[in-house]
């Protein structure tokens, strides 16, 4: 069974900076896909950053320059390096995953930044 766990979120100022972490219950060769994706109170849930089996990334336009997406597959686990962190970002972020046709969530890690 595909388990997400994501980890790293916080309270921070603006400006500042939090990686997450999502760390999976299998290999992360297995996924097609995997990505981050944002969801603030009010709003629908958003890609913010994905990362192919190949390696090729994708950004939100709103957190391009600022945030990085990357894996390391020994460890099973994704990240989602955030800098230079603003206001707009303050949101539940959601860890996912593709495999096959099937879509696997982490629970959510809060991350608030203040002004």
């Known amino acids: 069974q595909v388990q997400l766990v994501e980890t790293g979120g916080g309270l921070v100022q603006a400006g500042g900076s939090l990686r997450l972490s999502c760390r999976s219950s299998?290999?992360?060769?297995?996924?097609?896909?995997m990505g981050w994706y944002r969801q603030a109170p009010g709003n629908k849930r958003e890609l913010v950053a994905s990362v192919m089996s190949g390696g090729n990334t994708n950004y939100a336009d709103s957190v391009t320059g600022r945030f990085t997406i990357s894996r390391d597959d020994a460890a099973n686990t994704m990240y989602l390096q955030m800098n230079s962190l603003e206001p707009e970002d303050t949101a539940v972020y959601y860890c996912?995953?593709?495999?096959?046709?099937?879509?696997?969530w982490g629970q959510g890690t809060q991350v608030t930044v203040s002004s």
């Open positions: 996912n995953a593709v495999l096959v046709f099937h879509d696997y």
């Open positions: 299998i290999k992360l060769f297995s996924f097609n896909a």
